[in-house]
C-alpha cells in the first residue's frame, strides 16, 4: 500500500530526491564511489557544498552581508551556540516563549547573559502567537520559533522592532518566502523541512559576529565555519548533498513562492476538513494557525473514538499522524515534498471516520 508520510521529523522527502540519493549511495555521477566514502575536500563533493552554497542563496535572495555553513548538533546546539556567540555577560537578549523548542532555547540562553522573555503563550498550552509587546531596544536580539512543530502555531507577521531577530527556522525553512534583512540569524535542523537528520543550516549577518569577550572554542565559534566554508572539520556530507538535492527540486517546483502556494494550498484543504468535520476541532489559534503542522483532537464528547480515528489513518496508509503527548490528539505534519494527493487520503478518512460513527 501507498504510504502518506505525515511524520513531523525526520520527515518525508521528495520522491525524486530519494532515488536520487539512492543512486549516489551505490555510484556518484558516474565517478565509481559512492558518496558515502569521499573525501570532504575532493572535488566531487567541493562541487556539492558549492552549489548548496549557492542554491541557500539564491533561494532566500542573501546579500554579501550573510554568511553561512552546515554544522552538526542539530538545531538544539544553536540553542546555546547562538547566545554563546551572539550575547555577551553583561548584555540581554529578548525571547518570544512559543512552544517547547523556544523554551529549551531559552533555557540554554540564560547561561550566557540575561534574557528576558518578552512573551509567553505557555499558559494557553502555546495554542497562539502573542503579538504586540514590548521588546527593550538595547536587546541584542529577539529570538523567534517561527514555527512551532509540536503545538502547530507559526508567525505570519513578525513583531515590529528595529531589534534583528534570530530564529529557530527548523520545521519551516524553505517553505515560503522570508524578508531576510530582519534576521541576524537563522538556524535549521534539516530533518524537518529540507533533508535527512545530521545537518543544520546556519545563516548569519556577519556584523553580528564578534562582539562578546569570551573565548569560543574553535567548533562553536560561527567565524571559524564561516571562514572555513563549513570545511574546517569534516561536514555530514550525506546530509548536505540531500538537502542540496532538496533545494534543486524547491528551485524547479516555483522556488520559495511556489512553495508557500502549494502549502498554502494544502493546508487549507486539510484545515477546511477540521473546521466542517464535526467530529474533530483545531487546536491552534486561527490565525496563528502552522502550514507545516496542524494539529486537530477529537471534538467535545468524542475523545474516546480518538484511537478508533487513529487505526483509520493507519489502515488508509497514513503514517504518524499522531499528536505530540503534550498536546494530544493527533497532528499531521504536511511539508514541503507532500503531495495534495495525501492530503485528499487523510481528508477522506477523516469524512469517512464521521459518517461512520457521526
Ligand atoms: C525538531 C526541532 C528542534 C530540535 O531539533 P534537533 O535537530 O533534534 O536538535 C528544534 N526546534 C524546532 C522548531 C524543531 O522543530
Known amino acids: 500500500m501507498k504510504k502518506h508520510n505525515f511524520s513531523a521529523g525526520p520527515a518525508i522527502l521528495p520522491a525524486s530526491v ?13 565517478i565509481g564511489l559512492s558518496i ?12 556539492v557544498l558549492e552549489e548548496a552554497d549557492e542554491l541557500v542563496r539564491e533561494l532566500l535572495g542573501l546579500s554579501d552581508d550573510y554568511g553561512l555553513a552546515w554544522l552538526t548538533g542539530g538545531a538544539s546546539t544553536q540553542f546555546f551556540m547562538a547566545p554563546m556567540n551572539l550575547l555577551d555577560d553583561d548584555k540581554m537578549a529578548a525571547y518570544a516563549d512559543t512552544g517547547s523548542w523556544s523554551a529549551k532555547a531559552i533555557k540554554e ?3 550566557f547573559g540575561a534574557v528576558e522573555v518578552v512573551a509567553s503563550s505557555k499558559p494557553q498550552n502555546y495554542a497562539y502567537i502573542p503579538k504586540q509587546y514590548e521588546i527593550p531596544a538595547h536587546a541584542q536580539y529577539l529570538h523567534l520559533t517561527s514555527n512551532n512543530t509540536i503545538f502547530g502555531t507559526q508567525y505570519h507577521s513578525w513583531p515590529e522592532t528595529n531589534v534583528p531577530f534570530v530564529a529557530d527556522m527548523s520545521s519551516d525553512m524553505f517553505s515560503r518566502p522570508v524578508d531576510v534583512n530582519r534576521f541576524g540569524l537563522i538556524y535549521a535542523g534539516a530533518q524537518k523541512n529540507l533533508g535527512p537528520a545530521g545537518v543544520t543550516l546556519v545563516i548569519v549577518r556577519k556584523d553580528m559576529l564578534g562582539r562578546v569577550s569570551r573565548k569560543l572554542p574553535s567548533m562553536l ?7 572555513n566554508g563549513s570545511t574546517y572539520n569534516t561536514p555530514p556530507v550525506f546530509p548536505i548533498y540531500v538537502s542540496m538535492l532538496t533545494m ?8 520559495l513562492q511556489g512553495m508557500a502556494r502549494h502549502n498554502e494550498a494544502k493546508a487549507k484543504a486539510l484545515y477546511d476538513e477540521i473546521d466542517a468535520n464535526p467530529m474533530f476541532r483545531g487546536v491552534a489559534a486561527k490565525e496563528d494557525r502552522s502550514l507545516m503542522n496542524a494539529t486537530f483532537v477529537m471534538a467535545e464528547g468524542k475523545e474516546e473514538m480518538a484511537p478508533a480515528f487513529l487505526q483509520a489513518t493507519k489502515d488508509a496508509g497514513c503514517v504518524d499522524v499522531k499528536g505530540h503527548r ?16 495525501s492530503i485528499g487520503v487523510l481528508v477522506s478518512v477523516m469524512q469517512d471516520f464521521a459518517q461512520k460513527n457521526g
Open 221 to 227: 565559534d560561527y567565524r571559524i565555519h564561516l571562514e
Open 248 to 255: 534543486r527540486w524547491i528551485k524547479a517546483n516555483g522556488g
Open 18 to 30: 530519494l532515488e536520487e540519493a539512492a543512486q549516489a549511495v551505490r555510484d556518484f555521477n558516474g
Open 36 to 47: 558515502l566514502e569521499i573525501s570532504h575536500r575532493s572535488p566531487s563533493f567541493s562541487a
Open 326 to 341: 503534550s498536546v494530544g490528539g493527533f497532528r499531521a505534519s504536511i511539508y514541503n515534498a507532500m503531495a495534495p494527493e
Open 109 to 111: 540562553a540564560r547561561n
